[in-house]
């Protein structure tokens, strides 16, 4: 909120800029909502609090909860695939995520809202990336309708409905346009630094015009355990990011639905015994699927053009954030 002088009194209020962001939030999501809806997906709710800390255990929060430890969700993915092996076959989640990372970016928040989904009986990952980018390119067209004009007069944006597919780039092929760029190839690692990302998108912008790219097959050491290994190439996941103007805004996988794969977790380091409810979902078969999860405030940064993710959130969570 704000205050401003009118010359006999104060009037308090939120900027005009404050008031069109969350517009453009509201129907951003709805254009989300109503093309996933449109392709017979179920909403769901699911738990914020586990009994146990997901994945590896590292980047959540711990609370006590009557006498024993609990732990923030940093992801409804688990959940979701219990959905998809209990017969809900097309699931997303609009709603709080929590991750314990102790980063002062215009890009990090410890708290933020996002947009999951999980598709089964998929062909392949292809299934889901073809999904997300025309949700996306529907829910910007809707802001476009709604509020563009405003965007254009309030923040000097152009909001541009982007063409689909989105380009592919598979990340040792998005290694070697950095590395034609002159970046260091061994200062190139097997994932890609935030300069990395936003040298990909110049790059993509200047020889195909396009916005957006799908960077794709990235290295098994760099994803988690769930993540589908090709059985022709088991160095790689058949996983992706989606970059915008060069910022990450999603990550997606196919999973691993075979029960002896997914056991692979002790490749990471990862006991079984904390995960065997998760473990369980795949016991007596589950279909292939596929997920994503996209942070809602990195797409409102791009789309109207701000320079930090606190701009685009109503109440910004950080490591030095927590009131009001």
């Known amino acids: 909120m704000n205050t401003a002088w009118t010359g006999d009194s104060w009037t308090y209020g939120a900027a005009p800029a ?21 392709q017979g997906c179920t909403e769901m709710h699911t738990p914020k ?99 563009g004009e405003a965007i254009r007069e309030t923040l000097g944006v152009e909001v541009t409905v982007p063409a689909t597919p989105f380009p592919r780039l598979t990340m040792a092929e998005a290694q070697e346009i950095l590395r034609e760029k002159g970046w260091d190839p061994q200062g190139v690692k097997e994932d890609l630094a935030p300069e990395g990302e936003r040298g990909i998108g110049a790059h993509l912008r200047e020889h195909t015009g396009h916005e957006w790219v799908f960077v794709t097959h990235y290295p098994t050491s760099v994803r988690p355990f769930y993540h589908m290994r090709p059985t022709d190439n088991p160095a790689v996941t058949l996983s992706f990011d989606l970059l915008w103007q060069g910022l990450e805004v999603t990550t997606g996988a196919q999973r691993e639905h075979r029960y002896d794969v997914v056991k692979q977790a002790a490749e990471k380091g990862l006991r079984h015994e904390p995960m065997q409810d998760y473990l369980n979902v795949f016991r007596y078969g589950c279909p292939p699927h596929s997920g994503l999860g996209l942070g809602l405030s990195r797409v409102l940064m791009v789309l109207l053009g701000l320079d930090s993710i606190r701009e685009a959130t109503f109440l910004f969570r950080g490591p030095s954030r927590l009131t009001p």
């Open 18 to 38: 404050a008031q069109l962001l969350f517009a453009v939030q509201t129907t951003l999501e709805q254009g989300m909502r109503e093309y996933a809806y449109g």
């Open 49 to 147: 609090l586990m009994g146990t800390a997901s994945e590896s255990g590292a980047e959540v929060f711990e609370l006590g909860y009557f006498g024993r430890s609990a732990y923030l969700a940093q992801s409804p993915q688990f959940f979701k695939q219990m959905a998809i092996a209990a017969g809900v076959d097309r699931v997303f989640e609009i709603g709080p995520v929590f991750r314990a990372e102790p980063s002062f970016t215009s890009r990090h928040a410890t708290e933020f809202t996002g947009v999951d989904v999980e598709l089964a009986w998929i062909d392949g990952v292809e299934d889901v990336m073809t999904f997300e980018e025309r949700m996306l390119a529907h829910a910007i067209a809707q802001v476009a309708d709604a509020y």
